[in-house]
């Protein structure tokens, strides 16, 4: 048995590596200590890195709960049309205050996107490019209203025939379309829109179809202007720079406007969920509604994705699409999680050249620009939704009135902002263009959140297949201007030099 020396105070002498012991051990103590309280400043700042990334989700999940407990608290009391009108005004602020900014949204973004297809700088993939986009899109929005029409989820088998809301014309024709389509004065397309009146002559006593107008943005013909005018900027080059930068700049201010009010919608949402229950209709009726809407839109995306992008990908690329899925499943999962796909493009385009081997010249300029232009998902839901609105207050469109919506949503995605909930913004003047009641989006936007990162995902990857496909058909073109290294040696030599 080992005794330890003892020192004049009684107490025993520690040897050299006793004390060698000692300092390990408390050396060993605070690392632990400091590593776990890194690893708890890892878990906080995590936690609110998340609740900071979702906050808009989180805080609009909880208005929809919010609204819904409300209304069904308030049902029992049967108010008055006066008094729900006077519950559900802070929702129809937000409505009001869409409806401000979406026309110059639109306007300056249809214009931003057609002037940055510049084909004297790009060439033919510049036009495949554009080419794809309104082709997909278009697509997107045919199946969309083909499934509408088909399951007519707004409509139940024993509604009444009767409208309940008096839209403004419902004899659209060619002529009527035309007309919108080329405004003889464009301020007041702004605020007038033709439609068709009949009236009837004296001596024949015949209804003849007469010209003209009412409430309304013609929606159509701005949409033609800004098209024919962001072409031409396009086409102007230097010259029509200046011009180019102004739209540009507006464009990034009403966007960061409208990221302002979409922080409103929260509350907003409050009201307008719960005046929807508290109007005077079976929640049952209204809950098998919005399913059977939910589950056509889904329906509608998940043959867009796995049928037409994939059938796409297939013809010209003659490749297996999944491989290419499984490439930028990060880029699909940021867009689903974020329900942005402006967020996702750094994303995209990280997958894409790194995961694919894309050309660097194609995904820089694809990308980007079709984060912007490519909305096959948010053109599909708006064309749905708009219908289904119709169907809802038993409206019976006309063909040249799902001729205008088809028109207006393929046009309208175009300029939808790329931000959470941005199809609700452009929604406005979809319904608008047919003289639908702007009110009935509150009926949607219950399930609009989830519907929003379907389509926000969707949108990805169009834009993803596009930038392959583009590449594929570019291919010789890309090879006559040499590798993209040496393109890129060769701008950044420039830029030295300069």
Sequence with gaps: ?????????????????????????????ELS?????????????????????????????AAIFIGVGLG??????????????????????????????????????????????????????GLRALCYYIGTTTMAVSTGIVLVVLIQPGKLPKQSTQSDVSIQSKAYSVVLLRRNMFPPNVVAACFRQYKTV?????????TVPMSGTSDGVNILGLLVLSIAFGLILGYMENEGKPVRDFVNCLNKAIIHLINIVIWYSPVAIV???????????????????????????????????????????????RKNPFELVGGILEALTAAFGTSSSSVAVPITIRCLEQNLNMDRRVTRFMVPVGSTMTMDGTALYEAVASIFIAQVHNVELTLGQIIIISITATVAAIGAAGIPQGGIVTMTIVLTSVGLPLESISFIITVDWMLDRLRTTTNVLGDCIGVCVVQHLS???LQSHGSTEECFVAENRVTTFN
């Design 72 to 125: 069904l608290a308030l049902r029992p009391s049967k108010m008055t049309p006066t008094a729900i009108k006077y519950f559900t005004f802070p929702g129809e602020l937000l409505l009001q205050m869409l409806q401000m900014l979406v026309l110059p949204l639109i306007t300056t973004s249809v214009i931003s996107g057609m002037a940055s297809v510049d084909r004297k700088s790009y060439g033919k993939i």
């Design 271 to 317: 009201f307008l969920v719960g005046g929807q229950i508290l109007q005077p209709k079976d929640i049952s009726v209204i809950g098998l509604q919005l399913a059977m809407y939910s589950l056509t839109v889904i329906t509608g995306l998940l043959i867009h994705c796995f049928f037409t992008l994939h059938l796409i990908y297939i013809i010209f690329t």
């Design 33 to 61: 200590e400091s590593s776990s309280l890194e690893s708890l400043n890892q878990n906080k700042c995590n936690i609110k890195g998340f609740l900071r990334r979702s906050a808009f989700v989180l805080l609009t999940t």
């Design 198 to 206: 009949y009236s009837k002559i004296n001596l024949t006593n015949d």
């Design 1 to 29: 048995m080992k005794v330890m020396p003892l020192l004049s105070n009684g107490l025993p002498k520690l040897s050299t590596v006793d004390i060698a012991d000692l300092h390990t051990t408390e050396t060993c103590q």
């Design 475 to 477: 291919k010789h073109e």
